[in-house]
């Protein structure tokens, strides 16, 4: 059975902001978030597998897919990743789960980053999806960095000179942001693009989408260095996933890196890109079952 067969919709108010969420399975709570430029059905390929061990919630970030998009502050705190993990523990106690299992890819593995460092009594076991932590790559910019990953100083420009460069052709931008950050030959669901594509489009989801990056390298920093500052690490055991085909791989010593922000960390690359649970959906199900079932 498929995920939109088989999963349920519903609308969170989480703190005064709606989330959509789509949710099946019963068991264990585990949430699933997305990443840029997408919404929950990335993890189409992953989740329906998932409910048969666990009750499997996907929700859509603030900013993405149908959630609300609500307007931005100077600070950018309104997107900051405490906020979206502040709305995640919202959503989870909807469901009535106070402690619970996360897997995050990409800005979800962000928000998944800041959920265990803000609320480490509720984190049981956590899941990274191909990133190296926020403060690390700022921190370590270089060349490769900065062209791998333009779209880091893109989004953060002001004034809103991304949003008017993106939303003169969304569907062509996140039709190459798949394709530039997959492994060749990777293939998509043309349905779920579509509804990729759907969502994104909307022009306060694109203003919304670069909120979430001009926070990364403003108010999440100040959040990390404080965090680090006090010596605050991930303290629940932490898989870390990603692509043998990506940027991170070729960049990073990714699980050193990783062992300097977390007590627990355990990891391997997968053979795919960027996308994860599209990519190699049948090894992020074997890892994520074998890691989350051990808890």
């Known amino acids: 059975m498929g995920f939109s067969e088989l999963f349920e919709y519903r609308q969170v108010n989480a703190g005064g902001v709606t989330i959509n969420v789509a949710h099946a399975g019963s068991g264990r709570p585990l949430l699933l978030l997305h990443g840029y430029p997408q919404n929950h059905r990335m993890w189409q390929r992953v989740a329906p597998a998932l409910t048969q061990d666990f009750h499997v919630i996907c929700p859509d970030l603030r900013g993405y897919g149908d959630s609300d998009k609500p307007d931005s502050d100077p600070e950018h705190v309104t997107y900051s990743k405490r906020q979206m993990a502040a709305d995640m523990v919202a ?22 980053h800041r959920l265990c460092l803000g609320f480490p009594d509720l984190v049981e076991r956590a899941c990274v999806m191909d990133i190296a932590p926020t403060l690390h790559m700022f921190e370590h910019t270089d060349q490769d960095f900065a062209t791998g990953y333009y779209h880091w100083f893109f989004l953060i420009q002001p004034d809103n000179l991304p949003e008017h460069m993106i939303g003169l052709d969304p569907d062509y931008y996140l039709r190459e942001k798949l394709r530039r950050w997959s492994a060749p030959g990777a293939t998509f669901d043309p349905e779920t693009v579509g509804d990729y594509v759907r969502c994104f489009s909307a022009p306060e989801a694109i203003h919304a989408s670069c909120e979430d990056y001009r926070a990364a390298a403003t108010v999440d920093l100040d959040h990390d260095r404080a965090d680090r500052d006090a010596g605050r690490k991930v303290t629940c055991p932490l898989l870390v996933l990603w692509g043998k085909e990506g940027f991170v791989n070729r960049t990073y010593d990714v699980l050193s890196v990783w062992r300097d922000y977390g007590a627990d960390v355990h990891g391997k690359a997968l053979e795919c890109g960027h996308f994860l649970p599209e990519e190699a959906p049948e090894s992020v199900i074997d890892e994520l079952r074998r890691f989350f079932a051990a808890g």
């Open 91 to 112: 959503v989870m106690r909807a469901f009535g789960h106070e402690r619970f299992s996360v897997a995050g890819h990409d800005r979800g593995a962000r928000v998944t």
